[in-house]
């Protein structure tokens, strides 16, 4: 069993930056890719970054050049700084987690973490 808990968000204005935190217990061994999702009221869920075999990262297009996803092993923890943020990015971000690597479905997931973006 796994569980995520995300952590890190809050209100910022328009260009500021956040750092969020999601870290990994139960059987950590299991997890080949991470990830980070948000949900907007009124749109679609978007994969907004992954980590791929704990390597090779994947942006959404909306947010390519502004966040970094990254781990450390040492402390169960996978980041994502998300830098000049928007209006735009205000959603609600989940950390996610699948047992096996590209086209399987994400088995875990965190409780989530609100970020608001004032204009």
């Known amino acids: 069993q796994v569980q995520l808990v995300e952590s890190g968000g809050g209100l910022v204005q328009t260009g500021g930056s956040l750092r969020l935190s999601c870290v990994v217990s139960g059987s950590i061994y299991t997890i080949n890719d991470m990830g980070w999702y948000r949900q907007a009221p009124g749109k679609p869920r978007e994969l907004v970054a992954a980590?791929?075999?704990?390597?090779?990262?994947r942006y959404a297009d909306s947010v390519k050049g502004r966040f970094t996803i990254s781990r450390d092993n040492a402390k169960n923890t996978v980041y994502l700084e998300m830098n000049n943020l928007k209006p735009e990015d205000t959603a609600v971000y989940y950390c996610?987690?699948?047992?096996?690597?590209?086209?399987?479905?994400?088995?875990?997931w965190g409780q989530g973490t609100q970020v608001t973006v004032s204009s």
């Open positions: 980590l791929i075999r704990g390597g090779v990262t």
């Open positions: 996610t987690a699948r047992s096996r690597g590209p086209g399987s479905a994400w088995d875990y």
